[in-house]
Every structure is written in structure tokens, then in C-alpha cells.
């Protein structure tokens, strides 16, 4: 088994800032990549950023220039950054990892439990 554990959610005022870290830890084999996706209530789940094991990363328009995500690889942990931060910006976010599996077909996915980040003055 693999595991996610989030943490650094919270209630922040517009115009804050917070951290985000996930570590992953169990069965990891080969990751592919590390990211982060955000659900509110009633609304579909869309990624936020993410990195591959090289370095490149992608993200949503609404956070670009705003976030910033990062890995460490010897932790196993993504980290996302979020400055300038808004009441759209609330949701629960999850933590998402990529990887191959020996023997398996595809690249397997893991959620995290979700952490709450709540914009709101």
C-alpha cells in the first residue's frame, strides 16, 4: 500500500498565504508525478499543479503566478505554495501521485484524505 498525508490547510484571509505538503510513504516503486487537485462543494475535482519526477511542472490558469509546487524526491513530499490567495481559492485539496507498478499495465493513482483551505476575511 501507499499512503498521502496532507497537511497545511486553514482559514486564511484574502491576500494570504499557506503551504501545503503531502509525503508519501509504503509501496513506492518509480513516481511519476506529484500533484494537487481542489474540490468545493457541489463542484468537480480539478488540478491545481503538479510535477512530474523530472521537474516540470503544470498549472491551472487561475493559480498561475499565484502557486508555486515543488518536490522533494529524497522525502517522497510535494509542496505547493499559495500567495495572493482568494475566496475562489477555497476547497478542499488533495494531494494526487503517479506511479508504475512492477507488472502492471498502467501507472497507478493514490489520493490523499484531503486537506481543508478556506480563503475568507
Do not use: H
Not at 503551504?19 to 488540478?47: H, N
Not at 511542472?57 to 487561475?62: G, I, M, P, Q
Not at 507498478?101 to 480563503?119: C, D, H, I, K, L
Amino acid at each position: 500500500q501507499l499512503q498521502l498525508v496532507e497537511s497545511g490547510g486553514g482559514l486564511v484571509q484574502p491576500g494570504g498565504s499557506l503551504r501545503l505538503s503531502c509525503a508519501a510513504s509504503g509501496r513506492i516503486f518509480s513516481i511519476r508525478t506529484m500533484g494537487w487537485y481542489r474540490q468545493a462543494p457541489g463542484k468537480q475535482r480539478e488540478l491545481v499543479a503538479d510535477i512530474t519526477s523530472g521537474g516540470t511542472t503544470n498549472y491551472v490558469d487561475s493559480v498561475e503566478g499565484r502557486c508555486t509546487i515543488s518536490r522533494d524526491n529524497a522525502k517522497n513530499t510535494v509542496y505547493l505554495q499559495m500567495n495572493s490567495l482568494k475566496p475562489e481559492d477555497t476547497a478542499v485539496y488533495y494531494c494526487n501521485l503517479r506511479q508504475v507498478v512492477p507488472g502492471n499495465r498502467y501507472e497507478s493513482t493514490y489520493w490523499g484524505q484531503g486537506t481543508q483551505v478556506t480563503v475568507s476575511s
